[in-house]
């Protein structure tokens, strides 16, 4: 079985339910599995953040050594971690710590059984047979966090702007999938006095979601090709908002909605109660630069000039 995940592919041997295997692999022509069953399912939601557990019948296959690291590893809990000394010591073998991780890097069944969640003593995530990128996605996944609501869009756009860098865009794809950036640029528009704002000729059509309260999207087409995502902010009738210009891994607007499968049609969204669009919070704090913002020939030269584009360097 072949699985797409927001992760990459996995590959997932099993018989009756029962899993024997999971592989994370990168075979572009692999023909995926899209049928509804327990296996798909309950994998997609946990990677969703919707479950947090597993009730799915496993079939672990190793030494009586490898058995004891990889049975310890399933007791521990939802977003905690231990060290491979902690597990070297729950199982009784205090001097196997390098033993644990070879076990660690031999589990068949990653994420079911979670040895993302087993780290250095010190802090460091060692090593993964996803890879260090794949393990401290997963880390980052099980990370508490909230949605962001009222209060948080009620901020003047120029506040929203640097709220946002850090914070988590997150979209449900039509396969189910939650795929999920990390903001890394913003720009803020504050209303109609500033000439670079699309409410500075008053309201339009076009603009009408910018005189809502904050919370919900303003997306339209820039040069006919490229959704550009906007998020309102402040009180109803005072027209303000974020141009979320980046992601991490997506840099430049219409880059990160393509990516994200965002159009026009996800224009007046709410994203306090939207179960397709909405933003998270997980504490992680990204140091950013202000600089004026990117093309806005058409402005006032003091507007042009306003540091109102943050960016992550």
Known sequence: MIIDTQLGQLKVNASNNRISSIQFIDEPNAVQDEQDNTVRNQLIQFLNRERQDFTLDIQLKGTEFQLKVWNE????????????????????SPGATRAVGTACKLNPIPIIVPCHRVIHADGTIGNYAGGSKLKHELLNLEKPRRRLNQDDYAQDALQLAQTLIGKILCKRLKSGLVIRQRIAETEAYL???????????????????????????????????????????????NPEAVLIRGSLDARGPGKLTKLMEIDT???????????????????????????????????????????WRFVVP
Request: a negative charge; hydrophobic letters at 30%.
């Open 73 to 92: 590893i399933l007791k521990i809990p939802y977003g905690e971690t231990r060290s491979y000394k902690q597990i070297a010591q729950a199982i009784g």
């Open 191 to 237: 209303g109609e006095a500033d000439t670079a704002c699309h409410a500075s000729n008053g309201k339009t059509p076009r603009n009408a979601p910018m005189y809502e309260s904050g919370g919900i999207t303003y997306v339209y087409l820039c040069y006919g090709i490229h959704s550009m995502l906007n998020i309102v902010s402040g009180p109803k009738d």
């Open 265 to 307: 049609s996800h224009n007046r969204i709410d994203l306090i109660t939207s179960h397709e669009l909405w933003l998270e919070d997980d504490n992680t704090s990204l140091p950013f630069i202000s600089t004026p913002r990117i093309g806005i020939q058409y402005a006032s030269p003091k507007d042009q000039a306003a540091p």
